[in-house]
């Protein structure tokens, strides 16, 4: 839960009167906790599992009805209880301007289920009142759930479909030829007979992802990217639904910009970030996913090009967003690696320190041990980079002390990768070059055949080359030398 929401969930107990309940104690004591511990709770409370359970009820009672006001799918629902309501004490009028913004609005997000609900409605008023022209429009109304029955119908054929070719693509990898043949022409003949014929806006959707499954199997990625910009091309026809779906939409741009960098479609990416970047989001859970989504794809678009000319502004972002929004522990952890690895790529080297020193602040627990190796290797980049003896030799200890206490598959690599270093920062003077030398080939060895955590061992050739070269980072990142 949000801050937001927690604050809300928590001030909608005591209105209600339920300032001294037990859930609401054992609410704000899970909410302290950095880890969920059950032995913790159990002193306190004698009958933990049932009151958990009211808890459980107890939130999504209170996130329904703080949700209620951004989700048009909810609103849609409350019209429709309104419209009971007033059918029930007669009054018809007011019945029928509830029932036209309900079908207006379930019109806008193309949401068949809920078009059925309203036109059940319309009919039982049209049966209701009896004006004049009632039979005409009852017949109207009739063609109509006939055609929003259809539109739900196509809807969930293409959705099978993609659901089936969803699990076929998971298991392609496992096939044998003839096996795999049979598989995409099966797909490919029943995807052509929907082709230009869906009606419904879901159907739409989903026939977009069916298709981009198909040339997947078929590994044709050209096509697969073409795919990738209709379903996105979708997403900004439908701003009501994408506003009500935002989470999945995200989803989408977000599998799109992973497959940018797959192919190295960089122009695509460059411009779906701007986009992603200027989203308005309607409620605190989408702006905290659309910041951690972004944020990610931005860090990692800046190490992979080195674009580094704005390091310090993303820096400054991710820390608003880190003291806005709730982060797990792991994505904290990866937003300050990736930024201690932008600072190194730009030769910040002491603001490269200081995100460092985050990442290994963030959590005690046993979380994402795989960042913390890396990001002592990176400390020990910077303080040779500063000629700083002293810092090199106490992060050497620390990285030392720190792998002989975890339990980590292969530490004895990065132990031995300690001594490498140890020997690159003591080389006699005139045995530098050659030194450098040294490490870059057995960084390029490590690459091939058991490339380190986090990416290292390419952040460490891309240092080497930069020093053997006497050029900035960067310049080797981007390919200029």
């Not at 029955?149 to 990898?173: C, N, P, T, W």
């Not at 989470?247 to 797959?262: G, H, K, P, T």
Request: charged fraction near 30%; include cysteine; aromatic fraction near 10%.
């Amino acid at each position: 839960m949000s801050k937001t929401e927690k604050r809300y969930f928590t001030l909608d107990a005591q209105k209600a009167g339920k300032k001294d309940a037990k859930y609401l104690e054992l609410f704000n004591l899970i909410a302290q906790m950095e880890a969920y511990d059950e032995e913790v709770l159990k002193p306190t409370f004698k009958h933990l599992s049932v009151d958990k359970a009211y808890l459980y009820d107890a939130i999504l009672r209170s996130m329904r009805d703080y949700n209620s006001k951004k989700s048009r799918s909810a609103q849609i629902k409350e019209k429709l209880m309104d419209v009971k309501y007033l059918y029930e004490r007669e009054l018809l009028d007011l019945c029928e301007r509830r029932l036209q913004e309900a079908k207006e609005m379930a019109e806008n997000m193309g949401d068949t289920v809920l078009l059925l609900a309203v036109n059940k409605e319309e009919r039982r008023l049209t049966r209701q009142y009896r004006k004049q022209d009632f039979a005409t429009t009852l017949k109207q109304l009739k063609e109509e759930g006939v055609a929003h029955s259809q539109a739900m119908q196509e809807e969930f054929h293409f959705l099978g479909i993609y659901e089936d070719m969803s699990k076929d693509v998971v298991r392609i990898a496992e096939l044998d030829a003839p096996k795999k043949a049979v598989l995409k022409e099966k797909y490919q003949t029943l995807l052509a007979q929907g082709e230009g014929n869906c009606t419904s806006m879901q159907a739409n959707y989903h026939y977009y992802k069916s298709r981009l499954l198909v040339f997947q199997l078929l590994g044709d990625y050209e096509k697969v990217h073409e795919e990738n910009l209709k379903i996105l091309a979708w997403w900004n026809q439908h701003e009501a639904y994408k506003d009500e779906e935002f989470f999945s939409y995200v989803i989408d741009a977000s599998n799109f910009l992973s497959a940018c960098f797959r192919q190295e479609k960089y122009q695509d990416v460059e411009q779906l970030l701007a986009q992603l970047q200027s989203e308005q989001p309607s409620n605190n859970h989408h702006r905290r996913v659309l910041f951690m989504r972004v944020s990610v794809f931005e860090q990692v678009y800046g190490i992979n090009k080195g674009k580094i000319d704005q390091v310090h502004q993303l820096a400054e972002t991710i820390e608003n967003g880190l003291k806005q929004f709730s982060i797990n522990i792991s994505n904290q952890k990866t937003l300050t690696t990736n930024m201690a690895i932008l600072f190194l790529i730009a030769e910040k080297f002491e603001d490269c320190l200081v995100w460092c020193d985050k990442v290994l602040k963030i959590s005690k627990e046993a979380i994402r041990e795989d960042l913390n190796i890396g990001v002592y290797f990176i400390k020990l980049i910077c303080f040779i980079m500063l000629e700083d003896i002293d810092g090199f030799e106490k992060a050497s200890r620390a990285a030392r002390r720190y792998l002989n206490k975890i339990e980590y598959d292969d530490k004895e690599t990065y132990l031995k990768l300690i001594y490498t270093f140890n020997q690159l920062e003591s080389a006699p003077l005139g045995e530098e070059q050659n030194a450098k030398q040294i490490f870059l080939q057995e960084m390029e060895q490590l690459q091939k055949t058991k490339p380190l955590v986090i990416g290292l061992s390419q952040i460490l050739m891309w240092w080497a080359k930069s020093r053997i070269k006497k050029v900035p980072i960067v310049q080797i990142v981007q390919g200029k030398l």
